[in-house]
């Protein structure tokens, strides 16, 4: 009998491997590979196509250092976040505020604010550079209607990083919106009604003594995504800039690099820059593990 | 008294920024049904004076294959999906109820690798592609998503809170498991396999960076990719037929999401993902 039971464990432990092994293989060669490739190639100089490879050590990594191009890139970076996670976290979160108290209008409202999550951003972001453009856009003729002068939102080197930012910022709202919803309609709703048994009545008092707090680890999961959404900015600045007027970010010093310099090494080693980017933004998520939160 | 002011407050805050929302759409709509003259004016009001009809329409679809992109879109994204799952079933059911040597370091490889964007191993897997002279294909645009670490998480999840007591019932039974697998725990987990095939299709149909480094040729991009080969030509200041073929770009994914809001809604933001 116990021979027989281990017989059948041994059999399902088999029938497990071959069951997990495609997804095994391909993990295998979609990611340990390249990654592998990747730590290599970083320490070289090759270029794609080239017969020779020299051995580079740590050359290319102090290279980007000194790298004007990806040290602006860096700062836009910077500067993007410094625009779309304040401005991503608080305009959600009033949103979604708001839309949680109403009953028939929700789904009216959830569907427009969520309709620019779904749509093609390289056909939006071609929108957004007509709407922005100095003369013939709805931006600018606006702001000319109310007595402002004309900003070349797109090619001041001051004005584009504000400008993809709020592009950003009108595309991430709605998501981090439905988060906050989620969020909010977590909250047991005994707590508010304690609150009130002990004289918090004003509904911002609500707000800073339960709210708020209760939505921490929402928060955090929301800087978190906006967070790599930043480091991931690619297509607004192909379609608006191509990196004119010194707009530059992480991603698109890399695609230059590498798949139109060609320089495979050097790219090769932007590459892991960027994807500790990417490992320390979402470490952030590891704070939110320890609050025991639970989102999918 | 006091609550009506605060929900006509709260509505006027909501219409102000869903009007901001809108806008992008509104004047995408309506210039790419203006005349050219009347989009020159450069004036506040969105919608045109003169009825100018889909002249603007005509033109993108005589100078770009629109159909084309959009036929390509579903051939890669239908592929991806199929690959995706029929992979990720097998292994998340493998990791969820069939503990085998190993399955710890691969659900490990799998929640590392979760963190990876395309981006990342794009470099690699491009000379890889290159070298195997595989570039310029629907293989191509596809093969570096057909491992999904997040349908093998999201579906180990599922698989887990299915009782084991069944599964030892149907094993005495004589079922297979894969039989067990595809006619008893695979059904319980179709919400979840739904909203990941909305997730996997938007993504996919939305993605620019990759297909733009794999693809060359107009014949088999995808439609992000259609649009910017399609805005490049425009070099000059078309805009009536940039908002028109825009406005073709997006349709498909408006019409769908307007059509299942709430599994849009559901898909896309439970994975975190953008």
């Known amino acids: 009998m116990k021979s027989n039971q281990n017989d059948a464990e041994f059999r399902l432990a088999w029938i497990g491997m071959g069951l997990a092994a495609p997804a095994g293989f391909l993990l295998a060669i979609l990611y340990v590979l390249p990654l592998l490739c990747l730590l290599l190639l970083s320490l070289t100089d090759y270029e794609l196509g080239a017969t020779t490879l020299r051995w580079l050590g740590t ?5 980007a250092w000194q790298d004007p191009v990806f040290i602006r890139s860096l700062k836009n970076t910077l500067v993007y976040m410094s625009i779309v996670i304040p401005g991503g976290v608080l305009l959600s979160l009033l949103v979604a505020l708001l839309i949680h108290q109403r009953v028939r209008s929700r789904s009216f409202y959830e569907v427009i604010y969520f309709l620019p999550v779904t749509s093609t951003m390289i056909a939006m972001a071609t929108v957004w550079q007509f709407l922005l453009h100095p003369k013939l856009g709805f931006i600018n003729a606006a702001l000319k209607a109310v007595g402002l002068g004309e900003t070349a939102f797109i090619t001041d080197p001051s004005w584009v990083i504000p400008s993809l930012a709020l592009i950003g910022l009108w595309q991430m709202i709605g998501f981090n919106m439905i988060i906050y919803l989620a969020g909010l309609s977590q909250i047991p709703q005994e707590i508010y009604e304690a609150a009130e048994v002990d004289g918090v009545h004003a509904g911002w008092e609500r707000f800073i003594h339960i709210t708020w707090p209760m939505l921490t680890p929402t928060t955090l999961f929301v800087v978190v995504t906006t967070c790599i959404s930043a480091f991931k900015v ?37 590459t892991l820059i960027f994807l500790a980017l990417i490992f320390a933004a979402s470490s952030i998520q590891l704070l939110k593990m320890d609050k025991k939160a639970h989102y999918a | 008294m006091k609550l009506k002011t605060s929900v006509v407050v709260s509505h006027a805050v909501l219409l102000g920024g869903a009007a901001i929302m809108l806008m992008p759409f509104v004047w995408m709509f309506f210039t790419a ?4 003259s009347e989009i020159f004016e450069a004036s506040i009001w969105p919608w045109p004076r003169t009825w100018y009809g889909f002249a603007h329409f005509q033109e993108v679809l005589k100078s770009a294959p629109m159909g084309l992109f959009m036929w390509n879109g579903l051939v890669v994204c239908t592929g991806i999906l199929i690959v995706q799952v029929l992979v990720a079933i097998p292994a998340a059911y493998a990791l969820a109820k069939l503990p085998f040597k190993g399955s710890e370091s691969l659900f490990m490889g799998i929640l590392v690798a979760l963190s990876v964007p395309i981006q990342v191993t794009a470099l690699p897997l491009y000379m890889g592609l290159s070298l195997a002279g595989w570039l310029n294909s629907y293989f191509a645009q596809m093969v570096p998503f057909f491992l999904s670490m997040f349908a093998i998480f999201l579906l ?34 179709r919400p979840a396999l739904a909203a990941f095939a909305v997730f996997s299709v938007v993504a996919h149909w939305n993605d620019l960076y990759w297909p733009m480094i794999v693809i060359t040729t107009t014949e088999l991009a995808p439609p992000p990719l259609g649009m910017l080969l399609f805005a490049n030509a425009e070099s000059g200041a078309n805009y009536g037929a940039l908002m028109a073929g825009a406005t073709l770009i997006t349709m498909p994914m408006v019409i769908a999401f307007l059509f299942a809001r709430k599994q849009f809604i559901q898909g896309i933001t439970m994975t975190g993902f953008r």
């Open chain 1, 59 to 63: 050359e290319n990594f102090q290279r």
């Open chain 1, 234 to 270: 690619f297509d607004t600045v192909l379609a608006l800039t191509q990196g004119k007027s010194q707009s530059e970010v992480v991603l698109y010093a890399i695609y230059l690099e590498g798949f139109q310099y060609f320089k495979m090494g050097y790219a090769a080693a932007l």
């Open chain 2, 33 to 36: 049904i203006k005349a050219p």
């Open chain 2, 156 to 189: 180990r999840q599922h698989f887990k809170t299915f009782p084991d007591e069944i599964i030892h019932a149907a094993r005495i039974d004589g079922m297979t498991e894969w039989e067990i697998m595809w006619r008893l725990v695979v059904p319980s987990a």
